[in-house]
Every structure is written in C-alpha cells, then in structure tokens.
C-alpha cells in the first residue's frame, strides 16, 4: 500500500473536506502540508522539534515486554519551518475518517507554483 501524505485543509470545499485530509499525489512520505483559505499550499516541517529519550530499566514506566513503549518524544524547544510548497499538477484529497465509506466525492485540486487554480468536487 502505499503511503500519503497530510494535508491540513482551510481550503472551502466543503464541511467534509475541511481539517485534516489525506492525500497520495505529493511525496508520499507522510509529509504535513497546509492548504491556507486563499488556496496556497504550505509544507510544514517538524523536523528537529522533538528530542527522543528512551527510557532503561529502572526509569518510571519501563516495560521490558514492550520495548517500543520505551521511547518517548520530548519537545526540545525548537520551532518547525513552514515553507511554500510548489506543486504543478493534480492532488485529490481524501478525509482520514471516511476512507471506508465509496458514496462520496473526491475533491481534485489543479495546482499551479503552488496555488489552487481550479477544483472539482
């Protein structure tokens, strides 16, 4: 399967198409964009923003059964980027809470350096 990306979307196209969305047309690297209400596409970028403590035997709330509890993200202070995100071509949204459901539209929006120029829903 492969992977998508996010989009936060303040973009108008509707009341099930406004948050958090879905897409697998940008890098496929479960990036975080944002799609301002002017029609603008934002990258955000978290990296460096959180530092990773993994926790030994003998720290509060080790579990030798399952390790991967042991790793915990502190935020470190440090801020993210938002950068313009240039796209040229086609990106169809998908809302994270309807994936399961075939009796809804797919919003396609037609981007130009970046900037919605057209959209069907």
């Known amino acids: 399967m492969p ?3 996010y989009i936060h979307n303040t973009f108008e196209l509707g009341a099930e198409f406004r948050g958090m969305c879905e897409t697998y047309d940008l890098g496929g690297l479960y990036s975080t964009y944002w799609l301002d209400p002017a029609g603008r596409l934002w990258h ?4 460096g923003t959180t530092t990773t403590y993994i926790k ?3 720290d509060p709330g080790y579990s030798a059964k399952q390790p991967w509890k042991n ?7 440090h801020h993210g980027k938002v950068t313009p995100a240039c ?3 086609y990106v169809e949204l998908f809302p994270p809470h309807r ?6 539209s797919i919003p396609r929006l037609h981007f130009v350096d970046g900037v919605v120029t057209d959209h069907k829903v």
């Open 56 to 58: 030994t035997e003998g």
């Open 99 to 104: 994936l399961d459901e075939c009796n809804w």
């Open 44 to 47: 955000i970028d978290t990296t």
């Open 87 to 89: 796209v040229n071509g």
């Open 3 to 5: 992977c998508f990306d």
């Open 71 to 77: 790793l915990e993200h502190l935020r470190n202070g």
